[in-house]
């Protein structure tokens, strides 16, 4: 089955600096990847998805690069804020009947002011 | 939309009891998740169902543990008997599946959090 390694597990920046968290699959056939932000108490929300066939996508502050041929992806927060302290979750499923997402082991991401 | 809906948010039960969760997915929706999170483990998925009907529950951890859809606007995850390592967060999650694409995103809902005694 599937298997989602998630690094770094921790990760503290400062204010306005970058915050990059990497993920591998193991699975080839994998090919949508979502991310997803858990505040502290709260649920998981997604923030950004990219599938295969886009090797980079971006919403503002964030973006999200693919690389199937490593069978890695990763998050990119560029001047980060204190409001982006959480816990960062990624995510690997494929094409089936359903959608069983593998989450990776998450990151504690800490803006520092 | 308001959302997927669980009840109840808290629930303390003492070991040996029966304890449900309650979970409503988002109208339209028709794939239903049930995950559980423990700082130990993470976020492990138990048992999804698609147009009600249970597609994979091999994350159920034990027999002790099932889960029903009788209808698509409503979910039952139920523990029986409750043991003190059940302990944890539950997630009811939904989503939109197309035919047989991709993933697509899963809306979580709030959450239970269980405290077996």
């Known amino acids: 089955g599937e298997n989602v390694e998630q690094h770094p597990s921790t990760l503290s920046v400062q204010e306005g600096d970058s915050a990059v968290i990497k993920c591998t699959y193991s699975d080839s056939a994998s090919n949508y990847f979502p991310w997803y932000k858990q505040e502290l108490g709260k649920r998981p929300q997604l923030i950004i998805d990219?599938?295969?066939?886009?090797g980079e996508k971006k919403d503002q502050r964030i973006a999200v690069t693919l690389n199937k041929t490593a069978k890695h992806f990763s998050l990119h927060i560029t001047e980060t804020q204190p409001e982006d302290s959480a816990v960062y979750f990624c995510a690997a499923s494929k094409d089936n009947y359903g959608q069983n997402f593998v989450f990776g082991p998450g990151t504690r991401l800490s803006v520092l002011p | 939309d308001a959302g997927v809906i669980q009840s109840p948010r808290h629930e303390v039960t003492e070991m040996g009891q029966e304890v449900t969760l309650r979970c409503k997915p988002i109208?339209?929706?028709?794939?239903l998740f049930w995950y559980r999170q423990t700082m130990m483990r993470g976020l492990e998925l138990l048992i999804y169902f698609n147009n009600n009907v249970p597609i994979d529950d091999s994350g159920m951890p034990e027999d002790r543990f099932s889960a029903k859809m009788p209808n698509a606007s409503f979910s039952t995850l139920k523990i029986q008997p409750s043991e003190p390592r059940d302990s944890a967060v539950y997630f009811c999650?939904?989503?939109?599946?197309w035919g047989q694409g991709a993933g697509e995103t899963q809306y979580f809902g709030p959450g239970t959090r269980l405290l077996v005694l």
């Open positions: 990219i599938r295969s066939n886009v």
């Open positions: 999650a939904s989503s939109h599946l």
């Open positions: 109208s339209g929706h028709n794939s």
